[in-house]
């Protein structure tokens, strides 16, 4: 089992699809492009005052987080992500 | 449905108009320019002392913020962005 | 309307006279010269420990602010500017 | 009247004599040299915790100042400077 | 025996294998890759408000870590890792 | 008189002995070298929750500081230097 | 006497040796190598909410510590560091 520490969770990132079904490219936008994943472990959450806040997300939560947050790992035979709660951007349901 | 965490806004940006009517262009400004948009939805609030406090923006609200803020995310075919309610200037009423 | 969020305030800056009468140039100055404008809207405050602190300054007040300080903002045909109240210098009176 | 925002204040800067009287220049200090003015106005003080700590200086005193700090005012045909209380190293009494 | 200050931890780094079972070279990813370690030596803990916050890992944790966390010591003929709890990703177990 | 606001220290810094008696240069230490002083000013302190928390050094005492440290001020042609308290290394008694 | 003020520590550093027995040099590692020392005097505490909280290392404690740390003070003929207690890493007992 991994445990990520603090406010860090573990994420399955879902194969991004980098090219869209038309194949048309909108150019030129600063803005980075966010990635969808499933998150399989979090931390037990931000200690603060002496107790641990949980996290807003759970175990099985899809969410979007930007393109490059966080650590890959390899555990198990699977790629993992591990990043922390604020480098969520949303929650899809 | 897209939930955002935090103290983040989902954004749907109203299209933005570049060139003005009679195509005058003011020389060299070196400010940024606002763009517009509808909040579609809204976090739960910053934790703050084991408490979340509200958003001051709400769902519905005409909100100006600047261009470069937030990250686009695309989701069910519609073109979205995320931001910190910090990156929102000013609603429109 | 247009309501600024937070410690944010909107002003309509007056026009700056950028050559003096004499048309007489001081060399060399490092430091940056303010502008004067009038607030035209005044945000909520900032939140504090879950209140609202109100600003010092309050619509109608005339401020010098620092010349780069601000979002340009076009709003009802009108030239607007967006700003923290901390970028703001002086109220004139 | 002119009035200083928060922790600010407003100095009428004394004329600096940057030649000495003999003109002799001591080589590459890397120091910079601080300049003295006179308070004129000072801010209401810092907002803490809902109250406003007043300034440890006031109207009337000589001080020296880092010649960079600041921004440069011209009010009512006056040269004056508008900086933060904590850019002020000195009272001279 | 080697005692850490703080919130440090002393780790025993797993040697890492850099190259995968079939030689595949996954090209240009900028993700950072994570080692594996055994924890040998906890800190008392971070100080806060007068008391001593106990680490979340413990002696004989088996934990991720950036690759370029921590300062590398040799102590007792062992080649070890002295970092900060806050640089561990996760825990495995 | 000259009084230093906050926690800044006026200092009459001790004339620096930069060759050694024989004359050795040690080589390439990038580590800069400390330069002493004494104490001729010290501010109120440090404003804390309202309360003026007194220095840790008082006038008269000979101290350690960083060579880079505090800026020069000539004063009643005295050449002093005004810096803050945490910018002192040691005290020497 | 030479005393450190608040948290910081005067360490007497141990002659370090860059060369092993073997002669042989791990090549490129990016992390830096610590140093070894003992301390010979400690300052009064970090002062937290009007009180000084007493160090965690004491007089006569050899440590390890970052080679680029502290500053370097000759003090009676004895070259000594002067370094913040939070650039420790480690004690050795």
């Given at each position: ?12 990132a ?35 005052d ?5 996290l ?30 604020s480098?969520?951007?949303?929650v899809?349901?």
């Amino acid at each position: 089992m991994i445990k990520p520490l603090g406010d860090r969770v573990v994420i399955e990132a879902v194969a991004k699809e980098e090219t869209t079904a038309s194949g048309i490219v909108l150019p030129d936008s600063a803005k980075e492009k966010p990635q969808e994943g499933k998150i399989v472990a979090v931390g037990s959450g931000t200690l603060k005052d002496g107790e641990r806040i949980p996290l807003e997300v759970k175990t099985g939560d899809t969410v979007l987080f930007s393109k490059y947050a966080g650590t890959e790992v390899k555990y198990d035979g699977q790629e993992l992500l591990i990043m922390r709660e604020s480098d969520i951007l949303a929650v899809l349901a």
